[in-house]
């Protein structure tokens, strides 16, 4: 099993109410480290609806100015993690509306076939003793354990995230990089386990594709 | 690429074992990688996906390269920390004098 990453909920360390109670009374340390704990998924949340790091960065801002002069306005009726990301994704389709089309989440649909998750040629055909057992099967990496990437990997992986489509990026990014959990992801984001499985597997894919070819190029 | 292996699974012949009819093939497993990763495979199919996995050494090379791969991303949490936006702060400050 992988590691587990810890939970890192945008907006724990207190529970809704103090964090509510907080912020109306204008209580700046609550209030940074809400901010600091939040501004990573906020980021890659707007990301997806816009073209730039820059202009994401700008969305958070604004959603924030919202938050701390709309705070008033929190009924309580959902987590404050919720509310707080309906403003976010209202200000990014609003900046989107300017800037381009994102696809909605419904649109996922679960064929590995599309996209399959390893390159079709590296397994045995029909015509081969063990159809769809590996013709060229994976090699062990040197130790590329928990941060023993190499610089240059590292760049290569995170070059490799950033260029992945927007909702794969923004899945594995929630998930790997910045550690939440499915239940949290699927909820910030009103998508389905399914689908959220499907946009995660196909990212993981091929991000470990890429890293192959980077850390065994003999064999790919 | 390598010459075609004789076996599916490393140091088998396959005379040793008689793979069953509803087995997974290598191409289905990393497909089911992550719903196994996931916790979302029951039944026969967790069986399955199991079963193979105490066969098939490539696929636990497989399987340790996802795991490689997500315990690397894990290295790419930017710990910049980035500050809340001069107007953000003084709309903050304005609760705390009552003026929200």
Redesign the interface.
Same mark, same amino acid.
């Given at each position: 099993? &992988?590691?587990e990453?810890a939970a890192a909920s945008p907006t724990a360390a207190f529970a809704d109410e103090q964090t509510v109670a907080a912020?109306?009374?204008?209580?700046?340390r609550v209030?940074?480290e809400v901010?600091?704990r939040s +501004? %990573?998924t906020m980021k890659r949340v707007a990301r997806t609806y816009v073209a730039s790091e820059a202009v994401a960065?700008e969305i958070v801002?604004e959603t924030?100015?919202a938050i701390?002069?709309g705070i008033?306005r929190f009924e309580g009726r959902s987590a404050l993690a919720t509310w707080m990301f309906s403003i976010l994704t209202n200000q990014a389709k609003s900046h989107n509306a300017r800037e381009r089309r994102a696809v909605p989440f419904s649109c996922v649909a679960p064929r590995?076939a599309d996209e399959?998750?390893?390159n079709?040629d590296r397994?045995?055909t029909d015509d081969?003793?063990? &159809?769809? !057992? /590996?013709?060229? @099967?994976?090699?062990? /990496?040197q130790k @590329?354990?928990?941060?023993l990437?190499s610089l240059e990997? $590292?760049d290569r992986?995170?070059a490799a995230?950033a260029e992945l489509p927007d909702r794969q990026r923004l899945i594995?990014g929630l998930r790997?990089?910045?550690?939440h959990s499915?239940e949290e992801v699927c909820e910030l984001l009103d998508l389905s386990?399914e689908n959220q499985?499907v946009l995660? !597997?196909r990212g993981?894919?091929r991000?470990?594709a890429i890293?192959?070819e980077y850390l065994d190029p003999a064999d790919v | 690429?390598?010459d075609?292996? !004789?076996? &599916? !699974?490393n140091g088998h012949a396959?005379s040793e074992f008689d793979v069953p009819q509803d087995e997974v093939?290598?191409?289905?497993f990393?497909?089911l990688?992550?719903?196994y990763?996931?916790g %979302?495979l029951h039944g026969r199919t967790l069986s399955q996906v199991e079963e193979h996995l105490v066969m098939?050494d490539?696929?636990v090379? +497989?399987v340790?390269?996802?795991?490689?791969?997500?315990?690397?991303?894990?290295?790419?949490?930017?710990d910049r920390?980035?500050e809340?936006?001069g &107007?953000?702060?003084a %709309?903050?400050?304005?609760? $705390?004098?009552g003026g929200?």
């Amino acid at each position: 099993m &992988p590691p587990e990453p810890a939970a890192a909920s945008p907006t724990a360390a207190f529970a809704d109410e103090q964090t509510v109670a907080a912020l109306r009374a204008g209580d700046e340390r609550v209030f940074r480290e809400v901010f600091a704990r939040s +501004y %990573a998924t906020m980021k890659r949340v707007a990301r997806t609806y816009v073209a730039s790091e820059a202009v994401a960065e700008e969305i958070v801002q604004e959603t924030w100015m919202a938050i701390v002069t709309g705070i008033d306005r929190f009924e309580g009726r959902s987590a404050l993690a919720t509310w707080m990301f309906s403003i976010l994704t209202n200000q990014a389709k609003s900046h989107n509306a300017r800037e381009r089309r994102a696809v909605p989440f419904s649109c996922v649909a679960p064929r590995a076939a599309d996209e399959p998750a390893v390159n079709p040629d590296r397994f045995q055909t029909d015509d081969d003793a063990w &159809p769809g !057992h /590996w013709a060229t @099967p994976p090699r062990p /990496w040197q130790k @590329p354990d928990r941060r023993l990437l190499s610089l240059e990997a $590292r760049d290569r992986l995170k070059a490799a995230l950033a260029e992945l489509p927007d909702r794969q990026r923004l899945i594995v990014g929630l998930r790997d990089v910045e550690g939440h959990s499915a239940e949290e992801v699927c909820e910030l984001l009103d998508l389905s386990q399914e689908n959220q499985r499907v946009l995660l !597997h196909r990212g993981r894919s091929r991000l470990r594709a890429i890293l192959e070819e980077y850390l065994d190029p003999a064999d790919v | 690429m390598h010459d075609l292996p !004789h076996s &599916p !699974h490393n140091g088998h012949a396959a005379s040793e074992f008689d793979v069953p009819q509803d087995e997974v093939t290598c191409q289905q497993f990393v497909e089911l990688v992550t719903e196994y990763f996931e916790g %979302a495979l029951h039944g026969r199919t967790l069986s399955q996906v199991e079963e193979h996995l105490v066969m098939c050494d490539w696929c636990v090379t +497989y399987v340790e390269q996802m795991q490689a791969t997500i315990a690397s991303l894990g290295g790419l949490q930017e710990d910049r920390r980035v500050e809340p936006s001069g &107007p953000v702060l003084a %709309a903050l400050r304005a609760r $705390r004098s009552g003026g929200a």
